[in-house]
């Protein structure tokens, strides 16, 4: 043996490892594979299952965005009906507004040329009054002053005639 090599110890060495390399390769290398196969397995379906829900959530976003366009076109349409409605309930109020205008103008003439007639009928009347009030106080003053004045010529005269 040269250099104190022992080919036997090596070979035994060698035996023990392949031994110990075949008992780990079957208790540690099946069940550390079957782990990873698995374990890459869970991470293909959790892949496939976000996969599926992204493009669900982007088919749901769509069918959302869709539904709250046709949503926002019924709100515009309603909208649009609203104005409208509101628009001809504006119309028929400022019609009745007018209507009652009209009438309540039409009234106040009325009424306003029956008390004028009134007015001046009364003022016809006092007037009336008035100037026979003045008149009788005319004739009056007048009368007894030409009685006065007729009585002293008919005494002056008298005497005159005498």
């Known amino acids: 043996m040269p250099l104190n090599i022992d080919f036997q110890q090596i070979l035994l060495h060698l035996l023990n490892f392949v031994i110990l390399f075949a008992i780990l390769y079957f208790f540690l290398y099946g069940p550390v594979k079957k782990f990873m196969d698995d374990r890459t397995?869970?991470?293909k379906?959790?892949?496939?299952?976000?996969?599926k829900d992204a493009e669900d959530a982007a088919s749901?976003?769509?069918?959302?965005?869709?539904r709250l366009a046709?949503?926002?076109?019924?709100?515009?349409?309603e909208?649009?009906?609203?104005?409208r409605s509101i628009a001809e309930q504006t119309e028929k109020s400022l019609y009745a507004a007018k209507?009652?205008?009209?009438?309540?103008?039409?009234?106040?003439?009325?009424?306003a040329e029956t008390d004028r007639e009134r007015i001046?009928?009364?003022?016809?009347?006092?007037?009336?009054?008035m100037v026979a009030d003045a008149t009788e106080k005319l004739v009056l003053k007048s009368s007894a002053s030409e009685s006065y004045d007729s009585f002293l010529e008919a005494a002056l005269g008298g005497e005159r005639n005498e």
């Open 60 to 66: 749901a976003k769509s069918e959302y965005e869709t």
């Open 45 to 51: 379906r959790m892949d496939e299952k976000a996969r």
């Open 120 to 129: 001046i009928e009364q003022a016809g009347e006092d007037i009336a009054d």
């Open 41 to 43: 397995e869970q991470y």
């Open 99 to 111: 209507r009652e205008a009209e009438r309540i103008i039409d009234q106040a003439n009325k009424k």
């Open 70 to 77: 046709e949503v926002g076109k019924e709100i515009d349409k």
């Open 79 to 83: 909208k649009k009906a609203a104005r």
